[in-house]
């Protein structure tokens, strides 16, 4: 006899179901979005006033450097800077 | 909070588990800087991440998304420091348990190390049942497409009868027949990938 009648097949369909469009496109835009990241790291990492004002304020300090604060990027340069 | 839904559609289009290659060849591609592989990758893996942080730890959308973007970032940085390719699957898993947990932690919650003693941590049989589900997802995306997607919108997506026969101009009763008939597709592939099933009672524990 058979363990995965169709009843448990269909429960365990069930159970993974599609993550929002919007944070699984995210994380694909990773590559992209990394070479921005990138660039902005090794700046705050040569300029100390830079990454002072970073640290204050992201969105605001990416902002007056002419970088879009896109939310991929600052959720990314939250999480490495709080690493560092 | 409820987390955001898909619209069908654009869920449907992307539900497609691919099984062209496997989670090793994935890997490299991914390590050679294959931006399409690592879509792919993120496809493949985005709904177990996603179960684990909801249906798993319960955490609510908000955290669950902050988990998901996080272990997809950590796994980008570090693909390179896999030991072993095929071991993609659990490593993620584990990253992700390990970030669920921080999030508890971080949210004032008590939150010991041993995974048993932790009120708000599922227990071990509800995430062993999550890799079954992706084990059976794996199954399903071997299935012809039109098995995969009817099989997929009705028990994933939960879309009714109806919705599908409208966006598939099918009679709400052959969307019903087909599910029964798709669904024993299913078992056949996936009791043949596990091998032959085992009764409960004779299981080696």
């Known amino acids: 006899m058979s363990n995965y009648d169709a009843e448990r097949l269909a429960r365990l369909i069930g159970m993974l179901p599609p993550a929002p469009e919007g944070w699984v496109q995210a994380a694909q835009e990773l590559p992209a979005a990394r070479g921005e990241i990138d660039q902005i790291v090794a700046r705050a990492q040569a300029d100390a006033e830079f990454r002072a004002a970073l640290l204050a304020d992201l969105e605001t300090a990416l902002q007056a450097e002419g970088f879009e604060p896109q939310p991929r990027v600052v959720n990314e340069l939250r999480r490495l800077l709080a690493d560092e | ?205």
């Not at chain 2, 997506?157 to 009679?171: A, M, V």
């Not at chain 2, 078992?187 to 009672?201: C, L, N």
């Open chain 2, 1 to 205: 909070m409820e987390a955001p839904r898909d619209d069908g559609q654009a869920a449907a289009s992307r539900s497609k588990l691919t099984a062209e290659l496997t989670d090793a060849a994935l890997v490299a591609r991914c390590r050679e800087g294959d931006d399409e592989a690592w879509r792919e990758l993120v496809e493949r893996f985005s709904r177990y991440v996603y179960a684990i942080a909801l249906q798993g730890f319960r955490l609510p959308a908000h955290d669950a998304e902050d988990v998901f973007q996080d272990v997809f970032a950590r796994v980008y940085e570090r693909l390179g420091s896999l030991r072993e390719d095929d071991a993609v699957r659990p490593w993620i898993a584990q990253l992700t348990r390990r970030l669920c947990i921080d999030r508890l932690r971080s949210g004032g919650r008590e939150v010991g190390t041993d995974l048993e003693e932790l009120a708000d941590v599922p227990a071990e049989d509800v995430l062993t049942e999550l890799e079954e589900a992706f084990d059976v997802h794996e199954a399903l995306a071997a299935l012809p497409e039109n098995c995969r997607e009817i099989l997929d919108r009705f028990f994933a997506q939960d879309e009714s009868y109806r919705t599908i026969g409208d966006s598939l101009g099918l009679p709400a009763g052959t969307i019903a027949s087909r599910i029964s008939r798709c669904l024993e597709k299913l078992r056949g592939a996936f009791e043949g990938r596990k091998g032959p099933a085992v009764p409960s009672s004779e299981q080696v524990t």
